[in-house]
């Protein structure tokens, strides 16, 4: 009873001081007091995370609060000091102070948490004998995740330390003509498609459409908002007649302006008031530039050829002209074909509302503008510095290499690739195997995937109705240099057909063990490229969590969402086991001989399900007839595969990307993180790599340049910038700022260098981690993959950069000197790129 007394007495006195705080807060109100009028010196004295946090290390560093002696740890209750600090991160993340810390707040905290954990890092790399508890790790990292949302847009690659830091080159200005052509007709739709947007702003709902407006009377409207008419007319006059346009489209300050003077003052912005310049110069990019300039030309080249016929028709000259015109002087032209997709229903067009060329525009035909648009995106675009003689014409080089002088000089066929060939980009461009990689890559219906690892991988193309049934190729190249050309890598592919229930869902190459693994119903096929058969057929489990209480007994399985887990649930622990991650339970096979296939192939048919199954025991095969996409012309390989040798919960979430590092350790990326924990092969965290800014992390499968024996130095990438670490201090010892989809390390003959896959058809940039330079970049889009097959030591075998698509360039080659097609290939292959990739660098795209 006194207890609760003395709560109600409490309760009582907080609802006192409750209301004496309003009554302050009212009469301060009534004073007119606002928050401006607090002085600095109060502001300066409000207590954010980091104020605490530096309190906490002044008198205990973080590195001797969370490290521990290894061996006790599951033993061990987190100390009195550990349990402190995580209530005060517990208290920060639930208070309201988190949300109301400025940006160089955010930043400093993160920047400080990021150096103290690569602290804590190298101190246990450094010693084996030192774990980081996991209680008070959770606390930090929950901290630092929290923040690295907020972090500003330019401070993501460099919240860590790291001093070198590497600016990409701007290519922006190194496109196709025929791209920015291809802009300008986007433009050109989304004129037309937002109209009433324009009627509603400019005009400010004035009943009289803009398209029955007199050139003066948009002349007056306009000049509301910017007062650059001109950059209005683009807007508003594409349906007003030829009379009209040329009157709307000159020029607003000067009388007699020739057509080139004119284009020359609106890139300027000389057709502006000065004091409204600023405003104006957001719009005036490279492709609006070149529309207008499309637009006037072809005005006066009609208004020219109409004073021409006129003039000889008084002279009474009947000559028609060698151009194709209408009887109202306009140039004729041919619509290009469309570009078609090609469904199980049918085809059609992919861009049903692209416009004729024969389309009237500003009073002119469309073709015509774009004609004049291209010679004015011939005269802004710029060429990419030369590369020397024998370089690959492909490669968009990033400096000057014309005066390189191995590059100008041809290569004998049996020398070794050096590492300036790969510099140079000494390379001949071609394809692997047709029938390999050829597929349905875009459609709604493809259930292509590929991947790579060493000197194996697999492929999958997909058959049947819809590409429901499983059909690749699993392929291998050579790299033992016996064959009698030595510049061709042998290379030797062969099918697999029906050997699921359906399409993959994962797939893993393993080079280490010559092995792919294939995930695709219930079970996981090992297919190997020594026997070019299934080696090992394992069967998932139909109830993993349940099996793995009656293992483990109680226990506390992670809370995961769809959101959290990524798609690589295939790991490889060495030449010892595999297993498969998923919501926080991993199942296990050991590599054993007792867990090798059989070699019976069970085969079955959809048209003949009961009499084909009714050959094999219940216990044999595995009957997924009535879950499977497949129709009655469908077949299936059916063996039930072994049952997993362990079923185990771990704290884990399913990885978005796995990097396999040396010495059996296994690095993460996860979605939503922007930090890489690195795993033991019990999946024991045993350090932690921070730095990034974001949390779209990507680590490719051999992150390191193990090959010519440096274990240490590991490459990752996210959305902003790639970073190069050093493992044994944790610390990124480059960065690349440049917006990415991956990294590829890449070795020619003990050389460092990197790939980069880049976003917004800018293709693949190399990097010489050596000179800390861009080298030049190839036609490669974003959603296509590379691997990189190496070359063994002491051989003349090439090297070689393939991609999913079956393209390869084979290092240390010269491509034929005379053949013009490659240069022809080249332009295209750019022009293709940056017409199709779609990919978005999430800042680089703008709106007129």
């Known amino acids: 009873r006194k207890e609760i007394t003395m709560a109600q007495s409490d309760d009582e006195d907080r609802e006192d001081d409750h209301e004496e705080m309003e009554e302050e807060s009212e009469e301060e109100e009534s004073e007119g007091v606002s928050e401006d009028d607090y002085s600095d010196d109060e502001e300066e004295e409000t207590h954010y995370f980091i104020d605490t946090l530096r309190k906490i290390v002044d008198a205990t560093p973080l590195s001797q609060l969370l490290l521990c002696p290894r061996g006790e740890e599951h033993e061990t209750v987190s100390s009195l000091q550990v349990q402190s600090l995580v209530s005060v991160i517990n208290a920060d993340l639930s208070g309201r102070a988190l949300k109301n810390e400025p940006k160089h707040v955010v930043v400093e905290t993160c920047s400080h948490i990021i150096i103290a954990m690569q602290g804590i890092n190298q101190q246990i790399m450094q010693d084996k004998a030192l774990y980081a508890d996991p209680m008070g790790m959770d606390a930090v990292n929950r901290a630092l995740s929290t923040r690295i949302k907020r972090l500003p847009a330019d401070r993501m690659h460099n919240i860590d330390g790291c001093v070198t830091i590497l600016d990409p080159p701007d290519t922006s200005d190194q496109v196709q003509p025929s791209t920015i052509v291809k802009e300008v007709e986007d433009i050109l739709k989304s004129t037309k498609a937002m109209k009433d947007i324009f009627q509603l702003h400019i005009f400010d709902g004035d009943e009289v459409p803009f398209q029955n407006k007199t050139v003066d009377e948009l002349r007056t409207n306009s000049s509301k908002g910017s007062g650059a008419f001109l950059d209005a007319a683009m807007m508003l006059m594409w349906s007003h007649s030829f009379e009209d346009c040329i009157d709307g489209f000159s020029h607003p300050n000067k009388e007699d302006c020739g057509v080139d003077e004119l284009i020359d003052d609106f890139i300027n912005l000389r057709d502006v008031d000065v004091q409204k310049r600023q405003g104006v110069r957001e719009l005036r990019d490279r492709e609006r530039v070149c529309l207008f300039a499309g637009i006037v030309r072809a005005l006066n080249d009609l208004k020219d050829y109409r ?26 032209h041919q619509d290009e074909e469309p570009e078609m997709y090609h469904g199980w229903s049918g085809s059609w067009a992919v861009d049903d509302n692209r416009p004729s060329k024969n389309a009237t525009y500003y009073g002119v035909k469309l073709g015509t503008i774009l004609d004049y648009a291209k010679q004015q995106a011939k005269k802004m675009v710029k060429k990419a510095p030369a590369g020397p003689k024998y370089a690959l014409p492909r490669a968009k080089f990033h400096q000057d290499m014309s005066a390189d002088d191995e ?54 193309t997909g058959s049947g109705w819809k590409n429901r049934e499983f059909f690749g190729h699993l392929y291998g190249y050579d790299l033992s240099g016996q064959d009698e050309d030595v510049q061709s890598r042998s290379f030797t592919s062969r099918e697999l057909l029906h050997e699921f229930w359906a399409t993959p869902n994962n797939v893993l190459a393993d080079g280490t063990n010559n092995l792919v693994w294939v995930q695709g119903d219930r079970r996981i096929k090992g297919f190997s490229t020594d026997s070019w058969s299934s080696s090992y057929i394992f069967s998932l489990a139909k109830n993993p969590g349940k099996e793995a209480r009656l293992t483990a007994g109680i226990f506390k399985r992670p809370k995961v969402t769809s959101k959290d887990e990524g798609r690589k649930n295939i790991i490889v622990f060495g030449s010892e086991r595999i297993g498969y991650l998923k919501n926080g339970i991993i199942q296990e096979w050991g590599l054993s001989e007792a867990n090798r296939h059989d070699g019976v192939r069970r085969m079955v048919s959809m048209s003949n399900i009961e009499n084909d199954l009714s050959q094999w025991n219940e216990h044999e095969v ?22 997993p040798d362990s079923i185990r919960v771990v704290d884990i979430y399913t990885p978005s990307s796995v990097g396999y590092l040396p010495n059996g350790m296994l690095a993460f990326a996860h979605l939503d993180s922007s930090q890489i924990p690195i795993y033991d092969q019990n999946l024991r965290e045993v350090s932690r790599l921070v730095g990034f800014g974001g949390d779209e992390i990507e680590i490719v499968q051999r992150p390191t340049f193990e090959r010519i024996g440096d274990n240490d130095t590991f490459v990752a990438s996210d959305r902003s910038c790639v970073k190069i670490f050093d493992l044994r201090s944790g610390k990124a010892e480059m960065t690349i700022q440049q917006k990415c989809v991956s990294s590829e390390p890449i070795i020619v003959s003990g050389a460092k260098f990197v790939c980069n896959r880049l976003r917004s058809g800018k293709g693949a940039m190399m990097w010489d981690l050596r000179s800390q330079r861009p080298l030049y970049s ?14 063994l030591d002491g051989t003349s075998k090439p090297p070689i950069l393939m991609t999913s698509k079956g393209e390869c360039y084979k ?34 795209c703008s709106i007129m």
């Open 778 to 791: 190839l036609p490669i889009s974003a959603d296509t993959e590379i691997a990189w097959v190496p070359a």
């Open 622 to 643: 595995i009957n997924l007839s009535d879950d499977t996409w497949m129709d009655d012309t469908g077949e299936a390989e059916v063996t039930a595969g072994v049952k």
């Open 307 to 332: 004073e021409k016929q006129d003039n000889k028709k008084s002279a009474g000259v009947n000559d028609v002209g060698e151009e194709e015109r209408d009887s109202e002087g306009h140039l004729l």
């Open 407 to 460: 590059g100008g000089r041809p290569k004998a066929s049996n020398e070794a690739t050096t590492p300036n060939d790969f510099a140079i980009c000494r390379a001949k461009h071609g394809h692997i195997d047709y029938d390999t990689f050829s597929g349905d890559f875009s459609s709604i219906y493809s259930s292509s995937a590929w991947v790579h690892d060493g000197s194996i991988g697999f492929s999958h």
């Open 811 to 844: 290092y240390g080659i010269d491509y034929p000197q005379d053949d013009e097609w490659e240069h022809k290939s080249a332009v295209n292959a750019w022009a293709n790129l940056e017409k199709n990739d779609k990919s978005n660098d999430a800042g680089d």
